[in-house]
C-alpha cells in the first residue's frame, strides 16, 4: 500500500466514523468545517488517483441516519444533501458554472434561504393529511417517524386553504429552538444529568426517541422549503412555497429572490451578522435557481443539484492551550471532564474552561498534555473543544489518559453498557455526591429549606449531616458555634427546616433525588401511586405502564427503591413526620378549568418566596399550562416586582397581557 492509498483509507475510515456519530448517534465530535474539508480532501485525491475510486466512498454517498428500530421505506424522489461551501470565490464561481450550462444570456433567478441546523424531514400527504414523516437516511431509504412527527405542532395534520393536490411531498427541517433547548437543559439538570450540547443535536436525538409521547413534549419546530410532485403548481420555487403557506405550512419569511450573485452575497452577509438574533440556530444560507425548469436543464450529480449550494458561515472559534482537566462529580455520580484553558475572547465572552464531554470525546480528540486546541461555543452557548493543533504539539507531550477512580473518594469508576459517561458508585460516601443530593433535597422546587449550598457544605465538613435525614436532626446549638453562624441564622434555618415537614408528597419525592425523577414524574408517581409504599412495592412492570414515564424512569426508581441504605432513609424521614402520602381528598378532588387551554407565566418577586410557588399550583389547580419561556403560545403573564426584563421585553412585542397577582385571583374568582 503506498502512502496515496495509505492517506485515501485514513480519510474514509474517519468520514465514515463522522457519519456514523452524525446521523446515527446524533452526537457529531468534530466542526462542519473540518468535516467538509476532510471530504474535500478525500474528493481531490480520488479525482488525482482514479484507480483508488471505490463506489463505497463517502464521496459517493450520503450520510445514514437510518436507526433499525424504525422501519425503512424508500423515497419517492431521492433524499440529496447539497454541495457547500466557505468562501466568497467558491460561491461565485457556483454562478459561472450555472451561467455556463444554461443557454448564453438567459436570465435566472435565486432563491436565497436560511440554513436552519436541524435535522431533514420529508412528509407526504394524500387528499389534504399527513400520511407518512421520513428522514433523509441514505438518501434512497429513510426511516418512518410519522408517529413521531404527528406531535410537532407547526406541522399540519391537515391542510387548510384550498388548491392542494391529491398526492404530493413537501420537505423540511426539524429544529429545536432556544427557548425549548434551554428548558430541555434545565430538566435534564434537574434530574441529574448533563445537559445536551446544541440544539442540533437535540432535535435530531428526539425524532429517534422510540416514546412519542416524549418526543411531544421537546417543543419541536419545523419549517418547509422543498415542494415535491408531478405537476408542481408554478414554475417558480418561490411561488410555490407561497402557495405551501396557505396550505397550511410553516414556510420562514427571511428568504430573499436575489437576481445576481451580488444581491446573494448581500443576503449572506446581513444574517451571518443577524443571526444571533433568531430563535433559532441556522448554519448557513441555501441558495437555489428558482425556476423548476431551468432546475431540470442543470441535472444533478450522483450526490447533489447542480442547481442549488449551501453556504456555511464558519463557526467563530479561538485557539487555547490546554491546562489541565478537571473532573467534576454530580449528584448522581456522573463525571464530566472540563478542560482548564489559557484565556481568551470567544463570542463576547472570556472563556477559561470547556466541556470535554466524556472519555470517548477525549480519546477520538486524540488529546495530549500542554495541547494547542480550538474551541467554539456548541450552538452558541457551551464553549467545548473540537479539534486540535497538532502542528503546535510539543516534543514528548503524553496522551491525556481519562482517570480510573474518582477524583475525590477514588472508588473504581463504572461504565454501564449503552452509556457514554463513567460514574462513581460509592454514592453513600463520596462527598459531592452526598452534598449535591442534600443540595438538591433543600432547593425551592423540592423541600424550599432556606440553606444555600456553603451551609450545608459547612454541615457536612463539622460532620453534622451525612446525608438528607440528618437535616431534621439538627438543633440551634449545633448550628450556632460554627463560622459566621449565630444563634438568630441557626434559629431561622431549624424553623425552615420544621416548616418543610408540611411541603407535599409530590415534592418529596421529587427531592429524594432518584435518577431520572424530576417534578413532572414526580407528581405522575404520586396521583396513580398515592403514597410511597405502594410506589416502592410496584413491580418494574407496573412503574414502566405509568404513562409518561416508560422503562428507563421505572428501572431506576425500582432500583432505588429495592436499595437497603435507601430503605432506611425513608424509614428516618417517615420519623421525621415528613409527608409520605397524598392526601387524597383535597388533591385528587376535581379542579377547575378556568384556566384550561392557557399557557401562563409567573415571574418575579411576590410577598414570600413560597408565594410564586402557590400561585404556579393554582395555575395547575385551575387547568392551566405552566410555561417557563415567552412564545406566541403564551396567553398571558403573572407578574410581580422586578419580572423577568427579557420576559416583559418579548411579551411586549407579541402583544401578550402582563398582569399582577390581583387580577390572577381576581380572574379565579
Not at 460561491?91 to 440554513?115: M, N, T, V, W
Request: some cysteine.
Amino acid at each position: 500500500m503506498n502512502l496515496f492509498e495509505h492517506k485515501v483509507m485514513q480519510l474514509r475510515e474517519f468520514l465514515n466514523e463522522c457519519n456514523y456519530k452524525y446521523y446515527v448517534l446524533a452526537q457529531p465530535d468534530v466542526s462542519d468545517y473540518e468535516y467538509d474539508m476532510k471530504m474535500r480532501e478525500l474528493q481531490d485525491l480520488e479525482a488525482q488517483y482514479p484507480e483508488l475510486d471505490d463506489p463505497d466512498s463517502p464521496t459517493h454517498r450520503v450520510g445514514d441516519d437510518r436507526n433499525q428500530e424504525f422501519q425503512q421505506v424508500e423515497h419517492r424522489y431521492p433524499m440529496l444533501s447539497l454541495a457547500n461551501t466557505y468562501s466568497e470565490g467558491e460561491l461565485r464561481d457556483f454562478d459561472a458554472r450555472i451561467r455556463k450550462l444554461l443557454p448564453e444570456g438567459e436570465e435566472f433567478s435565486y432563491s436565497c434561504e436560511l440554513k436552519f441546523d436541524g435535522t431533514s424531514i420529508s412528509l407526504t400527504y394524500h387528499d389534504g393529511r399527513l400520511v407518512r414523516a421520513l428522514t433523509r437516511g441514505d438518501g434512497q431509504k429513510g426511516d418512518d417517524v410519522t408517529n413521531n412527527v404527528r406531535t410537532i405542532k407547526s406541522i399540519p395534520l391537515r391542510l387548510t386553504g384550498a388548491g392542494y393536490p391529491d398526492d404530493f411531498e413537501i420537505r423540511g427541517e426539524i429544529l429545536m429552538p432556544h427557548e425549548s433547548f434551554k428548558r430541555l437543559n434545565a430538566e435534564r439538570l434537574e434530574i441529574g444529568e448533563p445537559p445536551l450540547a446544541n440544539c442540533r443535536n437535540a432535535a435530531a436525538g428526539a425524532l429517534k426517541t422510540q416514546n412519542s409521547a416524549a418526543v411531544s413534549k421537546r417543543g419541536l419546530d419545523c419549517y418547509l422549503y422543498y415542494l415535491l410532485m408531478d405537476q408542481l403548481p408554478t414554475d417558480s420555487h418561490t411561488e410555490n412555497m407561497a402557495q405551501a403557506k396557505s396550505w397550511g405550512f410553516k414556510v420562514s419569511e427571511n428568504t430573499k429572490l436575489a437576481k445576481n450573485i451580488d444581491e446573494v452575497w448581500d443576503f449572506i452577509n446581513y444574517w451571518d451578522k443577524e443571526r444571533e438574533k433568531l430563535p433559532y440556530d441556522i448554519d448557513g444560507i441555501v441558495l437555489k435557481v428558482d425556476s423548476m425548469a431551468q432546475r431540470d436543464r442543470l441535472g444533478f450529480t450522483a450526490k447533489t443539484p447542480r442547481w442549488a449550494i449551501a453556504y456555511k458561515f464558519k463557526a467563530e472559534e479561538a485557539a487555547a492551550k490546554l491546562l489541565s482537566i478537571d473532573y467534576q462529580v454530580g449528584r448522581t455520580g456522573i463525571v464530566t471532564p472540563v478542560a482548564n484553558l489559557t484565556p481568551v475572547h470567544l463570542a463576547g465572552t472570556v472563556v477559561k474552561r470547556a466541556t470535554l464531554n466524556n472519555a470517548d470525546f477525549i480519546r477520538s480528540l486524540d488529546l495530549h498534555n500542554g495541547d494547542t486546541v480550538y474551541i467554539e461555543k456548541g450552538g452558541e452557548i457551551i464553549p467545548k473543544i473540537t479539534r486540535v493543533d497538532e502542528n503546535l504539539r510539543e516534543p514528548g507531550a503524553t496522551p491525556i489518559k481519562y482517570i480510573e477512580n474518582c477524583p475525590v473518594c477514588g472508588a473504581a469508576l463504572v461504565r454501564n453498557e449503552g452509556e457514554s459517561g463513567y460514574y462513581c458508585p460509592n454514592y453513600a460516601n463520596c462527598p459531592p455526591q452526598i452534598t449535591g443530593k442534600i443540595i438538591h433535597f433543600v432547593t425551592r422546587k423540592a423541600m424550599d429549606i432556606n440553606c444555600g449550598e456553603a451551609t450545608i457544605e459547612q454541615l457536612y465538613k463539622a460532620h453534622l449531616i451525612n446525608d438528607i435525614a440528618d437535616l431534621y436532626s439538627l438543633k440551634v446549638s449545633d448550628i450556632e458555634g460554627l463560622e459566621r453562624q449565630g444563634r438568630k441564622s441557626a434559629e431561622n434555618l431549624i424553623q425552615s427546616i420544621e416548616k418543610s415537614k408540611q411541603v407535599p408528597f409530590d415534592r418529596v419525592l421529587y427531592a429524594l433525588g432518584i435518577r431520572y425523577v424530576g417534578e413532572g414524574s414526580a407528581k405522575i408517581l404520586v396521583k396513580k401511586f398515592h403514597d410511597i409504599d405502594s410506589i416502592a412495592n410496584a413491580t418494574l412492570e407496573q412503574l414502566a405502564e405509568v404513562k409518561d414515564v416508560g422503562i428507563g424512569i421505572a428501572t431506576s426508581i425500582f432500583d432505588w427503591m429495592h436499595n437497603d441504605n435507601n430503605i432506611k432513609l425513608i424509614q428516618r424521614l417517615r420519623e421525621a413526620e415528613l409527608q409520605m402520602a397524598l392526601d387524597v381528598a383535597e388533591d385528587l378532588a376535581p379542579k377547575s378549568d378556568k384556566l384550561s387551554d392557557k399557557n401562563i407565566i409567573v415571574t418575579g418577586s411576590f410577598a414570600t418566596p413560597q408565594r410564586r410557588s402557590e400561585l404556579e399550583k393554582m395555575v395547575e389547580d385551575n387547568g392551566g399550562k405552566l410555561q417557563s419561556g415567552v412564545n406566541a403560545k403564551t396567553s398571558f403573564i403573572v407578574a410581580g416586582a422586578k419580572p423577568g426584563a427579557s420576559k416583559v421585553q418579548k411579551a411586549e412585542k407579541l402583544g401578550i397581557k402582563i398582569i399582577s397577582e390581583e387580577d390572577f385571583l381576581a380572574m379565579l374568582e
